[in-house]
């Protein structure tokens, strides 16, 4: 017999280990912690509420149904097998059928003292204090579920679960909490409780068809209950509450996180001390199962369906002693496939240490599981098959990254989009204690400045972490729970959750992909259309407003988790086969005879490697490794789980016609420069057409990094807006964005002028730092003038080198005698020179000034004036003058048919046609020697003077503005 404990207070006096952080609890508990707890408190109030007199007419009313203890003995060992059939109604297995359990009957004494012990912490600590129930068991579960926010202890005393399981049906209602109170009362009055404990250690279900604690040690252990160590009855103690969650087989870190809370159990209980405690958790870790070999089809979904009828009917023995006739929802063509795929690729990688995998199909609309294979041969020890690897959390790897992006277009902080520019460039990020966090990408390399598309496409690990320290770790699980992600519980994840160091199970990352192909409408996995009891009433069924799922599912999918839009951009992303060219090359294993939108994911220590996928159709998750977690041997998603992906794709869709991703309202396509992301600017090399969110689309294209820049030929530098246009050469450059929030701003520049990406010059040319201005002021254009003739003038040229002032005879002279050889200063409305007349004959003649800069590009005025015959006034203008000024940037050097030095000297002239008055210029005819010429009279109608100009360069000029513009979009 088993001592008794001393009772505990009903608030616990030590920490118990937050279950979920463990592990060890089924997601099925965490929603029915309110419902358990509120149940049995309303028992409770009942009875008080009723009266005394009242309450004892009921009680003696149930009382006085309570069969014999003999009676009680058999109701004990009976029970009805169940059916689990195909979506087709062809049967999967024939389910734990009497004859097919295991019972062994053993006494009291013959089952260790610590299962008893154990046994008694974990489910009713009060047993031998207690008439049948407990009400200081319910304040303590009441304590834990508030602290916790999870059912760790159960309310219900021992006596009151084997009532429940042997003489009630499972129904929760306020009648059915009445009579299982008076009929655990009246049991622990007719019975002693060892010969309740004996009962129920015999009666309860561990899992495995294993019913009774004997059975339970001899199926995991091979040996007698009576010689369990205290870490294996730790272990079988756990079981019991749900036993399918908690199937050593399946998932055996579930099952040893549950022995390390019934291990706590028992140090409060005052059973055991810590140091045994932390002993048997640590020969638990050590611990091995006995093969357990059962005939049946697709075992591992079996296993789930087991979940999922043990969360429905609230019942844990349900399918092994109910008669239910479970439909599932599995394809038996498409499960075939996936096994035989699975086993086929799996061996080909042996050499490469390569030893399980699993597989999860998924329909995204409804959440039915189409196929389901947990290991490569559910019946090989030496891979540890019976582990179900599709329930197991491993680390995703890379798998993740399309939800870190997906937080980025959510958070309001960031609104990014498919064009958001990442610095692919190797990166120090701070990261709380772990800092500095230095990612590398798989490849090994940098790829500067990338698009988000091209980062998630070719699945880079610089930008995915810049884009989670952006969005925050927070916001990122938070939206992983709302996909149905349930094992990212831990407070100490940094920065690498980008790249899955958090560990989750295949079948919630395959069903968070899931809601990506329904548009964002989150479906949980759904296993079961339709459960009839023995009587054939209807317990659940899909379509209906009784759906088979557990209750704290009812809810989801009703609305969007992810908005349509932003689903849609993820999914159009992963479905660009030639995004991802750069790193996964053509005609690679992820490309189907369709859309599909597919993502690999790889643990940086090849432990575990992923392909998750999805047509309009199905989803498809594939996980490669091994069970024990040894490393495979250079093995990525892409050449281990991908094979098997995409070959089930193919067998899944035969037959199936090829469907594009519907577009939802609020996207529209935009016309981008493929590398860059924005619009394109006329540099763009490559434009494609991409989708973006209607109220998001891209960056204009001032913001392309792609640019027609000017440049200062002489000094390389930009050209200012004074530059001369023959002195420009335009040429165009990619242009990297500053480093904001660096050390060194212009890191990233740094980055692309080492690895062969020009970048421009930062600084402007100082040379022409203002417009040239050429100009003679006096004489005006026009003017008469006589004798000594004083120019006035301006010469303003950046660089100066010189300027020459001359005179030719005539409006269009085909040679120039030079007034003033060479000045280097600067003039500005100041005497240029002095033109001295004497000896020349009246007539029309042309001044002419010409500047010149260092690089020799030459600036020119002209003016035309009338000399007269004998005059002595100094010019005058006449009514029709114009300006005499060149101040063009490009005008062509003067050449001089006349240097200086040259004198042209005649006494006389041959007589001279009178000029007749005209539009036009006169035309001087040449000088025949000693000849008299006539006087020259100056036309009163003088047409304008254009300057001489060097014609431009072909180039046409850019369509952006001449002075550098760098984007200004935030890039982390």
């Not at 240029?832 to 010409?850: A, H, I, K, M, S």
Request: aromatic letters at 6%; charged letters at 20%.
């Amino acid at each position: 017999m088993v001592s008794s404990p001393q009772s505990p207070s009903p608030v616990p006096s030590g920490p118990v280990p937050p279950a979920r952080r463990l592990g060890i609890l089924p997601r099925a508990a965490s929603g029915s912690v309110s419902c358990v707890v509120a149940a049995a408190a309303i028992a409770i109030a009942g009875l008080v509420a009723v009266g005394v007199g009242a309450a004892g007419l009921v009680y003696l009313r149930f009382a006085g149904s309570l069969p014999a203890p003999e009676e009680l003995r058999a109701r004990a060992a009976t029970f009805r097998s169940s059916r689990i059939l195909d979506k087709d109604g062809q049967p999967l297995a024939e389910a734990f059928d009497a004859d097919q359990g295991r019972r062994d009957v053993v006494p009291l004494s013959e089952i260790s003292p610590f299962l008893l012990q154990a046994t008694v912490a974990t489910e009713d600590r009060n047993f031998y204090q207690h008439r049948g129930v407990d009400p200081v068991a319910i304040l303590r579960a009441m304590w834990y579920a508030v602290r916790e926010r999870e059912l760790v202890s159960g309310g219900s005393t021992i006596t009151q679960q084997l009532v429940k399981r042997t003489l009630l049906t499972p129904e929760r209602t306020l009648s059915r909490k009445l009579k299982e109170a008076v009929l655990a009362a009246e049991i622990s009055r007719r019975y002693s409780k060892d010969e309740i404990l004996e009962l129920y250690l015999n009666e309860i279900f561990y899992g495995s068809l294993a019913y009774g604690c004997e059975s339970a040690a001899q199926t995991l252990f091979g040996k007698s209950a009576r010689d369990l160590s205290l870490a294996e009855a730790a272990l079988l103690a756990g079981l019991p509450q749900a036993p399918a969650w908690y199937d050593p087989y399946s998932n055996p870190d579930r099952a040893l996180g549950r022995q390390k809370v019934v291990l706590d159990l028992m140090v409060e209980a005052g059973n055991i001390d810590q140091a045994q405690a932390d002993a048997a958790k640590a020969e638990g870790e050590l611990l091995t199962f006995k093969p357990w070999l059962v005939n049946m089809n697709a075992p591992h979904f079996i296993s789930l369906v087991r979940q999922q009828v043990e969360a429905i009917t609230a019942d844990p023995a349900a399918l092994d002693t109910k008669g239910l006739t479970v439909t599932t929802t599995l394809d038996r063509r498409l499960q075939d496939a996936a096994e035989r795929i699975v086993a086929q690729k799996v061996d080909a990688l042996a050499a490469r240490r390569v030893g399980n995998g699993a597989l999860v199909a998924m329909e995204p609309e409804t959440g039915a599981v189409r196929a389901f294979v947990g290991s490569k041969d559910w019946g090989d020890e030496a891979i540890s098959g019976q582990v179900n690897m599709a329930l197991a959390p491993r680390q995703p790897g890379s798998s993740l990254k399309p939800f870190v992006y997906l937080t980025a277009f959510r958070s309001q902080r960031t609104r990014w989009t498919p064009g958001t520019l990442l610095a692919d460039i190797l990166t120090e990020f701070p990261d709380g204690a772990n800092a500095p966090y230095v990612p590398t990408n798989y490849d090994g390399q940098e790829h500067g400045m990338v698009t988000m598309r091209t980062a998630l496409a070719n699945s880079y690990n610089i930008p995915a972490v810049a884009a989670l320290q952006a969005v925050g770790v927070d916001a990122f699980k938070g939206l992983l729970t709302d996909l149905g992600v349930s094992t990212l519980t831990r407070n100490d994840y940094g920065l690498s959750l980008a790249l899955g160091s958090g560990e989750v199970p295949l079948i919630e990352n395959t069903a968070a992909f899931a809601a990506l192909a329904a548009g964002g409408r989150r479906t949980p996995p759904v296993a079961i259309l339709k459960i009839v009891d023995m009587a054939g009433a209807v317990i659940c069924e899909t379509g209906t407003d009784k759906p088979c799922l557990p209750p704290e599912d009812l809810d989801i999918g009703r609305e969007p988790v992810v908005e349509p839009a932003e689903a849609f951009l993820i999914t159009d992303m992963l479905a660009d086969n030639a995004a991802r060219i750069p790193a996964f090359g053509p005609g690679n294993v992820l490309e189907l005879d369709r859309p599909a939108a597919v993502k690999t994911g790889t643990t940086n220590d090849y432990r575990d490697n992923l392909t998750v996928g999805y047509t309009p159709q199905l989803v498809t998750g594939v996980w490669v490794g091994n069970a024990d977690n040894t490393p495979m041997q250079g093995i990525s998603g892409v050449t281990g789980a991908g094979p098997i992906w995409h070959d089930f794709m193919l067998a899944a869709h035969e037959g199936l016609p090829a469907q594009p991703f519907a577009v939802p309202d609020g996207v529209a396509p935009f016309e981008i420069c493929r590398d860059t992301g924005s619009r394109p600017s006329d540099a763009c090399p490559e434009r494609a057409t991409w989708f973006f969110a209607a109220d998001r689309p891209p960056l204009g294209k001032d913001k392309d990094l792609w640019q027609r820049l000017r440049i200062d030929r002489a000094t390389g530098l930009l050209a200012g807006e004074h530059t001369p246009d023959d002195q420009v050469e335009e040429r165009v450059f990619k242009v990297y964005p500053l480093a904001e929030g660096w050390a060194d701003p212009n890191a990233w520049r740094a980055w692309a002028a080492a690895h062969g990406i020009a970048q421009p010059p930062s600084d402007q040319s100082d040379r022409y730092t203002f417009a040239a201005k050429v100009e003679i002021g006096s004489p005006a254009d026009g003017a008469t003038v006589a004798g000594a003739v004083p120019v006035i003038g301006t010469v303003m040229v950046p660089d100066l080198d010189r300027y020459e002032l001359s005179w030719g005879e005539g409006w269009d002279p085909d040679g120039f005698n030079r007034i003033l050889r060479r000045k280097d200063e600067p003039v500005e409305d100041g005497e240029l020179g002095v033109w001295e007349t004497g000896g020349l004959p009246p007539g029309g003649y042309t001044l002419r000034l010409v500047a010149r800069d260092n690089d020799g590009h030459a600036y020119e005025a002209r003016v035309r004036v009338n000399l007269s015959a004998g005059a002595t006034a100094t010019a005058s203008a006449t009514p029709t003058a114009t300006t005499g000024s060149a101040t063009a940037a490009t005008a062509t050097p003067a050449t001089a048919t006349a240097e200086a030095g040259a004198t042209r000297t005649a006494t006389t002239a041959a007589p001279r046609e009178t000029a007749k008055p005209s539009p036009a210029p006169a035309t001087l005819a040449p000088r025949p020697t000693l000849v008299p010429r006539p006087t020259f009279v100056l036309p009163t109608d003088l047409p304008p003077v254009e300057p001489t100009l060097a014609p431009r360069p072909t180039v046409g000029p850019p369509e952006e503005p001449t002075v550098i513009s760098f984007p200004t979009e935030a890039v982390p």
